[in-house]
């Protein structure tokens, strides 16, 4: 069988060739059907595994299309995901098509699981959402079923990507804090499982926006990065440690708002104020961060826009599209209370 840009999809007549039966058999096999003997049931189980056959996506060529698209979430927590379904389902409003989501989770093993179970389900096209897999592993699955994929920056011919221009991104905030006059800003990223090339990351793109920035302006000596997770609970312990160094930053630029809301938490939590004693600065501009009461200043990557163009460009692959397309969101700061002038800076002072 080949591999690489060449694979082609297993076929019943190479698990019949492989199990040395013929196709109906493989047929009532699959289908549990009556009269099968158990050697022949487990020949051709066998030849099933061997061969990674997947008779339900097989099918589902045969009977046309399920008007389904899944997408696949790393997890369902983090409320920017919630704009991205926003975006996908008010693109596919008046059409015949229908969204199911699934969780990928932490692990590449989890996230392949994930995937194989919406081409199983015969969906029409897949949506990933910042998946760990390698890409030739995303190429092997676009290869059988069209997908986009969302928020990873590499290349590919095979399908297709939406993601923000996580490097201007990231320069806005950072200098949006050097304006301010804060010099001791320190940064939150994220880890994971990921196979991917490490630039093609959208937290290895922030976390190197952020140092060449401060950098640029002479404060590389200042320079602090926490690496936890984009979630609450790694924004939080993030923050302790970030705060615990000497002299602790005035200002902390997290790489999510999820983590920001964990950073907000430990700052408050550690007896400062937000953002009297230090601005904190976060990624997405969810929802959450525009209520009253979290105010959070946040880079805007349009979530909704990202979703809605996923969709589109699934269905211009479902009407013959075959070109592989890249999109790129421009994304802008939101200004809102959690960012300040740094403490004793000039600007800090009341007028008189």
Same mark, same amino acid.
């Given at each position: ?46 030849? /099933? ?18 008007? =389904? ?17 926003? @975006? ?10 229908? $969204?199911?989501?699934? !969780? @990928? ?8 699981? $994930? ?41 590919? =011919? ?19 804090? /050097? ?41 590389? &000596? ?11 609970? @790694?924004?939080? !312990? ?38 009297? &004693? ?21 880079? &805007? ?28 969101? =421009? ?22």
């Amino acid at each position: 069988m080949a591999t690489g840009e060449g694979r082609r999809r297993v076929t019943i007549a190479d698990v019949a060739s492989h199990a040395k039966v013929s196709t109906t058999a493989v047929s009532k096999v699959i289908r549990n059907a009556y009269g099968v003997s158990p050697a022949m049931r487990e020949r051709v189980n066998a030849a /099933i595994e061997e061969l990674g056959y997947r008779p339900h996506a097989a099918a589902r060529a045969m009977r046309g299309r399920t008007y =389904t698209i899944g997408l696949m979430l790393p997890h369902i927590r983090n409320p920017f995901f919630a704009d991205i379904l926003d @975006g996908l389902m008010d693109q596919l409003a008046g059409t015949d098509y229908q $969204a199911i989501m699934i !969780q @990928g989770g932490a692990t590449r093993t989890t996230e392949r699981r $994930a995937v194989d179970a919406l081409i199983d389900r015969q969906v029409d096209g897949i949506v990933m959402v910042a998946p760990l897999a390698a890409k030739t592993r995303l190429e092997e699955v676009a290869g059988q079923i069209p997908t986009v994929v969302l928020g990873r920056h590499e290349r590919s =011919t095979v399908y297709d990507a939406v993601f923000d221009d996580d490097e201007t991104g990231a320069e806005l905030a950072v200098q949006h804090l /050097i304006d301010l006059g804060h010099r001791r800003i320190a940064h939150i990223t994220h880890q994971d499982d990921s196979s991917a090339r490490p630039g093609d990351l959208l937290h290895k793109i922030r976390s190197e926006a952020y140092e060449r920035v401060m950098r640029e302006h002479g404060l590389a &000596d200042e320079i602090a990065v926490a690496t936890t997770y984009y979630s609450e609970e @790694g924004g939080y !312990q993030g923050t302790l440690e970030l705060l615990n160094r000497s002299p602790r930053p005035t200002a902390i630029f997290a790489g999510a708002d999820q983590a920001a809301f964990g950073a907000l938490a430990a700052v408050h939590e550690s007896g400062l104020s937000v953002p009297g &004693d230090v601005s904190i600065a976060g990624y997405d501009n969810t929802r959450l961060a525009a209520l009253p009461n979290i105010s959070l200043t946040s880079v &805007d990557q349009n979530g909704a826009l990202m979703g809605k163009t996923s969709g589109r460009l699934l269905l211009e692959r479902f009407e013959g599209r075959t070109s592989a397309v890249r999109f790129s969101v =421009t994304p802008r700061l939101v200004q809102r209370n959690s960012t300040a002038p740094a403490p004793g800076t000039a600007h800090d002072k009341p007028t008189t």
